[in-house]
DNA sequence: GTAGTTGCAAATCTTTTGCGCGACA
DNA sequence: TGTCGCGCAAAAGATTTGCAACTAC
């Protein structure tokens, strides 16, 4: 696999980035410095770094997908007013992979969302 | 709001599935009993009986969106390997809002996915 | 009778794919 | 000089919308 400067620039941007983006806003953000990167190289990439285990697609509901660089173990604050994407770090919830039986299934990795209003939403903010 | 064969036909089949089903697969499954059903019915009805609270979308990450008749709190068990999406009930999970400190950001709902193989693609079969 | 709903078709939007060119080993 | 990755444009899918006919109430 080679390391090109695309793939360091959207990689970066996503470590960089707090705000879990989608691919277009990644293709924004990364556009800035890099011009003539295109939508699908972002799309590219990103499969390929989910693949080698730097990224992961966040589950979320919406239109989009969401992505995060893999950095540690935390979990997710979704607004249900204007959809943005929070970390949210709590060991009690890094323990969760259950002790119940959970008839045959195996688990890998536990995801939490929760969801509710980020600050500028709760204060009346029009997205 | 009217109550229409449609949308009788539509939650009801989402309640009686164990599935998730997509919107897709909640077309297959109702337009054997009513022929004329479109898919465009399907979104416009999911849209509202979600709106009214009796419906909602779960956050799965993928191609299609996958809802769920509203019963009662309980998460999900997530297949890697065939994407299907099954129902895991903890009590613990139900207590998760969390005691900690969010920065703000009121909670509302709390929703665990718990990835990892399914009975079946543990045990090697084909999707 | 009227407002709300359906089904169809078209439109929109997101994501994926095919392919020729260029970069790098 | 062969392989891999990029950008472009086209394609594929999923979801949404506009609208005329129809139905629940």
């Known amino acids: 696999m080679n390391v090109t400067p695309q793939r360091i620039a959207i990689y ?9 983006p989608s691919p277009e806003m990644l293709f924004n953000e990364v556009s ?10 972002i799309y590219k990439t990103l499969e390929t770094l989910e693949g080698i285990g730097l990224v992961r697609e966040i589950p979320v509901t919406g239109d989009r ?23 949210y770090h709590d060991d009690a919830l890094d323990q969760l992979p259950p ?12 995801s939490v969302n ?5 600050p500028s939403c709760r204060d009346g903010n029009s997205h």
């Open 114 to 118: 929760i969801s509710g209003l980020c």
């Open 65 to 87: 997908k969401r992505f995060d660089a893999i950095v540690e173990n935390h979990h997710h604050l979704i607004c249900n007013a204007c959809g943005s994407v929070g970390d």
């Open 99 to 110: 002790r119940r039986r959970l008839g045959g299934f195996i688990p890998q990795s536990v």
């Open 32 to 41: 800035r410095s890099m011009p003539s990167l295109s939508l699908a190289t």
């Open 12 to 20: 970066r941007a996503l470590v960089e980035s707090t705000a879990h």
